[in-house]
């Protein structure tokens, strides 16, 4: 768990994948703030034929740690099928992503499992650009994992903590950034970054 001023991020162990040969794990992250409780990405609760070939081990929702109706907000950083096959859990509440990552999962071919993006339930809010979604968090799109890729940027007083997503998938990608996204969040000077795939967040380096 990280802390700022009032704000607390933690992450949530949810499923792991394989992927060339070792289990990667999949996280989501809870943002406590006084106006209310974000969940960042909703991971996966069930399996599916087209990504089999990640093997995906899934940790039941009920030892997730997590009060569902707890959580007012989702945002999803992207919408690739760990990311989002979680989203069915929150029927009802608004769920922030991108307007141009939406389009895409919802058009092109192979991009995600679409049944689990338009799940029974699931209320979009399509966001065009940087929105400020509760006082000291703002959403700003970071191009390059995908097209609407976008992250979360908690700033309270001090140097911003961002999760990530996909931005960048393992901690090298932001120590040599080549993505839009990638130079956005080294820009941002953060003081860490959670991703979805590390049981650590990333931080710049002292050298």
Do not use: K
């Not at 929702?61 to 690739?80: F, G, K, M």
């Not at 939406?102 to 929105?131: F, N, S």
């Not at 950034?177 to 991703?195: K, N, S």
């Amino acid at each position: 768990m990280t802390s700022g001023g009032a704000v607390t991020i933690t992450p949530v162990h949810v499923a792991d994948l394989l992927a060339d040969g070792s289990l990667m794990p999949v996280y989501v992250h809870v943002v406590d703030h006084p106006d209310g409780r974000l969940l960042v990405d909703t991971g996966l609760t069930e399996l599916h034929p087209a990504v089999a070939d990640l093997d995906p081990r899934l940790r039941p929702v009920a030892e997730w740690d997590l009060d569902l109706a707890s959580i007012d907000l989702v945002v999803n950083t992207h919408l690739h099928f760990d990311h989002c096959g979680g989203n069915h859990l929150f029927a009802g509440r608004p769920t922030y992503v991108q307007r141009r990552e939406l389009d895409d999962a919802r058009t092109q071919e192979d991009y995600t499992i679409p049944a689990w993006v338009d799940a029974t339930g699931v209320r979009y809010v399509p966001v065009d650009g940087e929105l400020e979604l509760l006082p000291g968090i703002r959403l700003v799109p970071a191009p390059g994992h995908t097209a609407g890729s976008q992250v979360v940027v908690v700033e309270t007083g001090g140097r911003p903590v961002v999760i990530a997503g996909d931005t960048a998938v393992w901690f090298g990608e932001l120590d040599d950034p080549r993505t839009e996204g990638q130079r956005l969040v080294r820009a941002l000077d953060p003081e860490l970054v959670w991703l979805s795939h590390t049981h650590e967040p990333w931080r710049p380096s002292a050298v």
